[in-house]
Every structure is written in structure tokens, then in C-alpha cells.
T-cell receptor, first 116, second 116 residues
């Protein structure tokens, strides 16, 4: 059974700070991990999908890493801005059907506040 | 590029009423799924589909029905609404991918449902 944990549940930083969000998973037999952003009252926006063969994936000021052996993924945000304030969720697929899984196991998220 | 579109955005139902939440995607994705998001519970899979005419249950399917008559649409039906179904519902889609290369999941903006 795959369990995904995100610690801390909330994080508050001053503008301009570099920060790291953490995601831990129990089943290391994953093929990929996806990071999402959710703004209050909104849907989930995909940020990065990192495959198991890719140790890192970058998009702008975001960098995600994946270490299957330790069961961890991190999302690095450089030079944080107030507009980065949101809840960040990570999700790993749970394979229970032949041909591919349709279940993403989500962490409960880290609520990030970037203060001006 | 609309992506995943959910309607309505908000809905209030009385206990016992039925309704259909609509989900449409314009990316020609084979896989579609429905999640519900509740405080403290995270996102949980209700039903999913791996293609037109094929659906299966997720982890919390009771009280919901789905069908997939076209690639584009995946409606979720509440048969007899109960207060426990008060939640935010998200529809997601993704391409089928090749082998172990799990593709990126895209989510709609959600439907906020209140059952009184």
C-alpha cells in the first residue's frame, strides 16, 4: 500500500527565500511522482512530473528531485514570491490494474505562505 | 486550450436529490477519473475509466455512478444525495502513455457540492 506524507503541513517564509518542500512515500516501486499546486478554492495545477529514471526535473524557479531508495521527493522553490503562496501537493501512482494505474495517492499538502 | 472542464462550479442539493456532475476534456486523453477532496482526508478516488465504454471503481464508489460513452466526457452521477457527499469533486485526465512512462495528470477546477 502506498502512503504519501508531506511535512510540514504549513510553512511561512519571507519573500526572496529559497525553500524546500518535502514528500515521503512508503512504496519505492514507483515509476514517477507528480507535484501540484492548489490555490484556495481552485483546482490542482500540475507543476512537475518526475519519472523514476530522472533524478531531477526543472521548470523555471522550480526543481523537483526524486530519490526512490530513500522514499523521498523534494520540491525546491528559488527566490520565493508572494504569488507562490498556495498549497503544494505531491502524488504517486498506485498500480492496481493491468496496463496502468488510475489512482494517484496524494499527500495532504504543505500550505506555503510567502510574506512580502 | 480548455483542458479539463467541470460544470457546475457550485451546487446545493437537498438530501435524496440526484444530479450529474459534468466533466469534459479536449486533449483526447484515454484515462479519466473522479476524486473527492475533504478536509483532513485529502483526495480520494471515486471512479475511473481507461477508455470509452470501460469504467471501474475507486476507493469510495458508493453512492456514485459513472459511464463513458465518448472519449471526451466522463459524467459523475449522484443517485440519492446524502450530507456525507458534501465535498469538492475533481475530474482528472491523462494520456495512456507508453510502457512504464506514466503520463501527467490534468485536473479540472472542481465542483463544490453541498448537500443539506
Amino acid at each position: 500500500k502506498q502512503e504519501v506524507t508531506q511535512i510540514p503541513a504549513a510553512l511561512s517564509v519571507p519573500e526572496g527565500e529559497n525553500l524546500v518542500l518535502n514528500c515521503s512515500f512508503t512504496d519505492s516501486a514507483i515509476y514517477n511522482l507528480q507535484w501540484f499546486r492548489q490555490d484556495p478554492g481552485k483546482g490542482l495545477t500540475s507543476l512537475l512530473l518526475i519519472q523514476s529514471s530522472q533524478r531531477e526535473q526543472t521548470s523555471g524557479r522550480l526543481n523537483a528531485s526524486l530519490d526512490k531508495s530513500s522514499g523521498r521527493s523534494t520540491l525546491y522553490i528559488a527566490a520565493s514570491q508572494p504569488g507562490d503562496s498556495a498549497t503544494y501537493l505531491c502524488a504517486a501512482p498506485l498500480y492496481f490494474t493491468q496496463g496502468g494505474s488510475e489512482k494517484l495517492v496524494f499527500g495532504k499538502g504543505t500550505k506555503l505562505t510567502v510574506n512580502p | 486550450n480548455a483542458g479539463v472542464t467541470q460544470t457546475p462550479k457550485f451546487q446545493v442539493l437537498k438530501t435524496g436529490q440526484s444530479m450529474t456532475l459534468q466533466c469534459a476534456q479536449d486533449m483526447n486523453h484515454e484515462y479519466m477519473s473522479w476524486y473527492r477532496q475533504d478536509p483532513g482526508m485529502g483526495l480520494r478516488l471515486i471512479h475511473y475509466s481507461v477508455g470509452a465504454g470501460i469504467t471501474d471503481q475507486g476507493e469510495v464508489p458508493n453512492g456514485y455512478n459513472v459511464s463513458r460513452s465518448t472519449t471526451e466526457d466522463f459524467p459523475l452521477r449522484l443517485l440519492s444525495a446524502a450530507p456525507s457527499q458534501t465535498s469538492v469533486y475533481f475530474c482528472a485526465s491523462r494520456a495512456s502513455g507508453t510502457g512504464i512512462w506514466h503520463t501527467e495528470a490534468f485536473f479540472g477546477q472542481g465542483t463544490r457540492l453541498t448537500v443539506v
